[in-house]
């Protein structure tokens, strides 16, 4: 079995180059001079591996300083191509660094996996006939997986064998008989994907790989360089991958490595459990208990030439001298009273920072009032050397644009810290993909006065129906008045709650329907109208025509509710296919969504994105027929609608928010960590589907230790000052909370 692999007996001579430091500040120099020697072929783009788009977003401004510059900061990035670990994966010969778009991506693959399955009842997939498309998103999210960290895995189904690719004593070991269900659906959707006349990916034979690219034809579009910068760990594949093309092109490697000189000694063989590899030597108990991902991906680089570029930085807060404990690899163990801990801290230099405090609003106003203490104590920082991370940003976001950007009429005497808030959902989509994703919501929620009220304020909604604001005044009001509760009318409450539909009170339905009686008969006349209908007495001649607006709004709603939110007579919910999703999507937006002439872009990309998800759907599908729970649609519909382009555009002259697995390795003056709570960093875990966590190899995934991982580099990527902000007692009973074992452990 094992001599079917393709894999090469004789390994690669590796010429590639590796420069590891623990700051990106050195890197980014020797990058600088490496990109300041022109290509040959003017035309040629630059090739440039980065793991997230926030490092790309560094290295185009910080690049812009040095390249092509004669006076200071005048020099121009332009004509370089950001590429991710994650598509080297997908490489073939005619793409050497990977397509953009693969039909292995993720998105595109979960549509293959529902056609195979839908073909072939003869794999059993638990879970498919209930909710085929998040089942199908789960294989997908694995094979993505085994893609990138186990491609021999890959490679062994395809060949006939049963198990998970790894040798141990040569000897493979066997898969669970509940995952071979994993290994039939690969070989069938590997086989609809060849018989496509689809690209066989490079990891599947390496040898042919390099013989492709050896053999090129002049011209081509194969690259002379490739950097690869600001990566702490890079998946197997790619790493093969990267082997590869330094046979061929000159290829640097710029790896963000905290441990500075202390280096791992390199696997002897490529596949190594992880019970195999000797535990971190490293002494720094920071390192030890946080770093061991980022060592044993050191190790697996194995012989590769290195070169060690210590950090310039002067070493005198406590903050500077906490990373040089790191970088150097030394511990300090002192055994402190109580008393002495407190006297300690009392003359502290403020490098370092934890505020416990009650609830996350007040995390915001105490990482506030710290910043406004920086900017006193030191008149050379600029608001760009700020950033905050947090735990979780859709929360906080709201609460620090509210603190930190207050609006003039809210009184407050502070000044306004303008924000840029990045990686959260609504910072990567256009306004009017937002108005368009509210009203989908709405119509799958209760229909609340809020849920009406938030979507009857929108720019694209209100221009729809012409509301002005006298007229959403008005709606307001009416909600309070009628006793609006939830629900649209009695017969969806009832199909949906099971709520009797004899009982239509704090309904839409019956609120318009008083509504509309009082404008029928006049409110001072004390009676019942037909149907026992009592008329509303607020209502004025002009107000009449809000109220048709209103009626016509609530309609439209109502229709799309049956559509959306249709269920059988068992109450269980109607799938609807492919061409009738995407059909009511457009209705959708022509019923409830109006742009002027000078924003027709945004509704061009509304119709764009949908236009992409029926395209890549009816591609991938054959099964025209078939029909999805709504829902399920809808989750997958909503990565269509998130352009990391729009990122690019962001503020510069103000703080930067981001999630806290964003802008990793990126230095800041002053970074703050906020709600740096024990969910932070719990980190994800893997079930019993995930193949690759029967037997662990060093370089694989730890995903226990993500959330320390990020601590780790925050700590290392903070230049003057690090803030850390967490929950020290309970808002509702005032009880103390715990620190979490990560910032106890700091």
């Not at 689809?198 to 013989?211: G, L």
């Not at 709650?497 to 329907?513: C, E, F, K, M, Q």
């Not at 559509?563 to 059909?583: M, R, S, Y």
């Not at 995934?701 to 690090?722: C, H």
Request: some cysteine; glycine content about 6%; overall charge negative.
């Amino acid at each position: 079995a094992f001599q079917s692999m393709r894999t090469r007996e004789v390994p690669l001579q590796v010429d590639m180059q590796l420069f590891h430091s623990s700051q990106v500040e050195p890197l980014l120099v020797r990058l600088s001079q490496r990109l300041s020697t022109p290509l040959d072929d003017p035309f040629a783009a630059e090739i440039v591996v980065v793991p997230s788009g926030d490092m790309a977003r560094y290295l185009k401004r910080e690049l812009s300083r040095s390249l092509g510059a004669r006076k200071g900061n005048d020099g121009i990035v332009s004509n370089v191509n950001f590429v991710y670990p994650r598509q080297l994966v997908n490489a073939t010969a005619a793409n050497p660094t990977g397509p953009a778009h693969s039909e292995w991506d993720s998105n595109n693959l979960v549509w293959s996996i529902v056609d195979t399955l839908l073909a072939h009842h003869n794999i059993t997939v638990p879970g498919f006939a209930e909710a085929p498309l998040t089942v199908a998103s789960r294989a997908s999210s694995l094979f993505d997986r085994y893609a990138s960290h186990r491609p021999e895995l890959l490679q062994q189904w395809v060949a006939g064998g049963v198990n998970d690719g790894k040798l141990t004593s040569n000897r493979l070991n066997t898969i669970t008989k509940d995952q071979i269900w994993q290994k039939d659906l690969f070989i069938e959707v590997s086989k609809r994907l060849e018989d496509a006349g689809f690209a066989t990916r490079a990891f599947n034979n390496a040898d042919a790989f390099v013989e492709a690219l050896q053999s090129l034809p002049k011209g081509s579009a194969l690259p002379k360089r490739i950097s690869v910068f600001g990566i702490t760990t890079l998946s197997r594949a790619a790493r093969h991958i990267l082997e590869a093309l330094s046979q061929v092109c000159d290829i640097h490697i710029y790896m963000v490595y905290a441990a500075g000189e202390k280096w791992p000694a390199p696997c002897a063989n490529d596949l190594v459990l992880r019970s195999e590899f000797s535990a971190s030597h490293a002494q720094n108990p920071l390192t030890k208990r946080w770093g061991a991902q980022i060592v044993e991906n050191a190790a697996a680089f194995g012989q590769v030439e290195r070169n060690y570029l210590p950090s310039t930085t002067t070493r005198t807060s406590l903050l500077q001298h906490l990373q040089e404990s790191i970088v150097f690899d030394t511990q300090h163990d002192l055994v402190l009273s109580a008393d002495d801990r407190k006297a300690t801290r009392a003359t502290s230099d403020g490098s370092l920072q934890i505020h416990a405090c009650y609830g996350l609003a007040r995390q915001v106003e105490a990482l506030r009032d710290a910043f406004l203490h920086e900017l006193n104590n030191n008149p050379q920082l600029q608001l760009r050397d700020f950033a905050i991370l947090c735990a979780d940003i859709d929360a906080a976001a709201p609460i620090i644009s509210a603190v930190f950007a207050p609006h003039a009429v809210a009184g407050s005497t502070l000044p306004q810290l303008p924000i840029n808030v990045l990686g959260n959902s609504a910072s990567s989509r256009d306004p009017l993909i937002e108005a368009f994703l509210a009203v989908l919501h709405l119509l799958t929620s209760r229909c609340s006065p809020t849920d009406v009220l938030e979507v009857a304020h929108l720019p694209a909604v209100r221009r729809a129906f012409g509301f002005d604001d006298d007229a959403l005044t008005l709606l307001s009001t009416w909600a309070e008045d009628l006793a609006i509760r939830f629900g649209l009318n009695a017969e969806t409450r009832q199909e949906i709650w099971g709520i009797p539909s004899h009982n239509n009170i704090g309904t839409w339905d019956a609120a318009l329907n008083r509504l509309m009686m009082g404008i029928a008969i006049p409110g001072e006349v004390d009676r019942i109208g037909p149907g026992g209908i009592v008329p509303y007495d607020g209502i004025g001649g002009s107000d009449m025509n809000v109220a048709g607006s209103v009626s016509e709004f609530i309609t439209r709603v109502m229709n799309f509710v049956q559509i959306v939110n249709a269920v059988d007579g068992n109450k269980k919910p109607l799938g609807i296919t492919i061409d009738d999703f995407c059909t009511t999507l457009y209705q959708i937006i022509e019923n409830f969504l109006q742009v002027p002439y000078g924003e027709a872009t945004s509704m061009a990309s509304l119709h764009s994105a949908i236009t992409n998800f029926q395209s890549d759907v009816e591609n991938a599908l054959s099964h025209s027929d078939t029909t999805f729970l709504v829902s399920e649609l809808l989750v997958s519909l909503g990565s269509y609608f998130n352009d990391e382009r729009a990122l690019f555009g962001n503020k510069f002259e103000s703080i930067t928010v981001a999630p806290l697995d964003g802008q990793q390795h990126v230095p800041f003056r002053v970074l703050a960590i906020l709600g740096a709570d024990e969910r932070a960093f719990s980190g994800a875990h893997s079930d019993g589907d995930d193949i690759l966590a029967n037997n662990p190899c060093v370089g694989d995934p730890i995903y226990s230790l993500d959330g320390r991982q990020r601590l780790l580099n925050a700590i290392m990527s903070a230049r003057d000052t690090l803030i850390i902000t967490c929950t020290g007692a309970d808002i509702s009973n005032n009880k103390e909370t715990p620190l979490a074992i990560p910032v106890q452990e700091l």
